[in-house]
């Protein structure tokens, strides 16, 4: 049997990391957004390195600044993702 070994991060850490109050951390829990967590038991919560990574990965944005005026015509956001 492969064995798995994590180091998982507490939510003072997490919140340290990303520059938040452990208290949103709690309230993206609470709502389904933010990073993914564990529960390990009914009342520890932990955090993925790897997650906390995707997280910041997926919050990144590509600035979207052609050379001419005319092609920024249509560059939104959600393009700006897409590039």
């Given at each position: ?45 932990r ?5 906390i ?31």
């Amino acid at each position: 049997m492969k064995h798995i070994c994590y180091s998982f991060l507490t939510t003072h850490e997490v919140a340290e990391r990303l520059g938040v109050s452990e208290s949103l951390l709690k309230r993206w829990r609470g709502q389904g957004q933010g990073p993914r967590y564990v529960t390990l038991g009914t009342r520890l919560v932990r955090y993925s390195p790897a997650d906390i990574q995707t997280y910041l990965d997926t919050l990144a944005r590509i600035p979207c600044a052609p050379a001419k005026a005319e092609e920024t015509e249509g560059c939104t956001d959600e393009n700006r993702s897409a590039q």
